[in-house]
């Protein structure tokens, strides 16, 4: 397996998908305004630093990331339903 590229402050791209370091959710960049991104993920919207972003979410998601972090919440929504 290849080791991924890391990446910097500017890589990040609006309307790209990273995931998080954790590997059980993608944030999505709205849009990034000077050192301010604007994101939203599966628990609501946020904001941050650039470095705080990239801290929390090194990669850029593939479409198997995002589908296994829907994967995942739906198996804790199905959890939380019993």
Known sequence: MPTP?????????PGASYLHTNGLFVRHIEAIEGDTVIYHDQYGQGRCSKGAFLKACPSVASPEDAAAANQH?????HITRR
């Open 5 to 13: 590229t890391r990446l910097s402050t500017k890589d990040l791209v």
């Open 73 to 77: 919440l739906e198996e804790v929504l």
